[in-house]
């Protein structure tokens, strides 16, 4: 029974398939979900003005930019799975980063938008490597699906946490990632 459901989700090793690439893009969707409420929040707070706030967002966009243009020549001297690797490690940062707080939220937005373009640049190659363009659209309706609840619940669940304790929500992103992670390998 325990290794046709991990064979199911494409947990035993070999060639990953659909279930496996929507699983991994489910943890994902946590990741991203319990963020994109909270940095605006915690940015305010931090900084007590929108212009600085603005500022900031626009050079973490600009380093984000930056970041998914060099993944690919990142990729051509380091195994890709690597580069995934530390991508969702970036994730792991922004969490250990937003649970310090204050001005470090900035270093967790950053460090969250890096890990975006990484792991999305990765992401996309290894699902062109290992799925058959027959089910593509089969692999993007899963990935909807179970991405659904933490894009969903995740900004509501982030906003709730941030009443509890202000690094509360970064334990549910570093946990996210670390399941991400351990399923990717």
Request: charged share 10%.
């Given at each position: 029974m325990p290794s046709r459901l991990l064979r199911r989700f494409g947990l035993i090793p070999g060639r990953p398939g659909v279930q496996a690439f929507a699983f991994i893009a489910s943890f994902e969707a946590v990741v991203r979900g319990v963020s994109l409420s909270i940095y605006p929040l915690l940015m305010y707070r931090a900084w007590s003005d929108a212009a600085t706030v603005s500022k900031i967002y626009f050079v973490v966009g600009l380093v984000s930019l930056m970041t998914a243009l060099s993944v690919p020549m990142v990729a051509r001297?380091?195994?890709?799975?690597?580069?995934?690797?530390?991508?969702?490690?970036?994730?792991?940062?922004?969490?250990?980063?937003?649970?310090?707080?204050?001005?470090?939220?900035?270093?967790?937005?950053?460090?969250?938008?890096?890990?975006?373009?990484?792991?999305?640049?990765?992401?996309?190659?290894?699902?062109?490597?290992?799925?058959?363009?027959?089910?593509?659209?089969?692999?993007?309706?899963?990935?909807?699906?179970?991405?659904?609840?933490?894009?969903?619940?995740?900004?509501?669940?982030?906003?709730?946490?941030?009443?509890?304790?202000?690094?509360?929500?970064?334990?549910?992103?570093?946990l996210a990632s670390a399941l991400m992670l351990v399923t990717f390998w």
């Open positions: 001297h380091l195994a890709r799975r690597w580069v995934y690797s530390v991508g969702v490690g970036l994730y792991l940062l922004s969490a250990l980063f937003g649970m310090l707080g204050g001005h470090y939220t900035a270093l967790a937005l950053a460090s969250n938008a890096m890990a975006t373009a990484t792991v999305f640049v990765c992401f996309n190659a290894y699902v062109l490597d290992n799925v058959p363009k027959s089910e593509f659209s089969r692999l993007e309706t899963l990935r909807l699906f179970y991405g659904g609840v933490g894009w969903t619940i995740g900004p509501v669940l982030g906003v709730w946490l941030l009443r509890i304790w202000p690094g509360a929500p970064f334990i549910v992103v570093g």
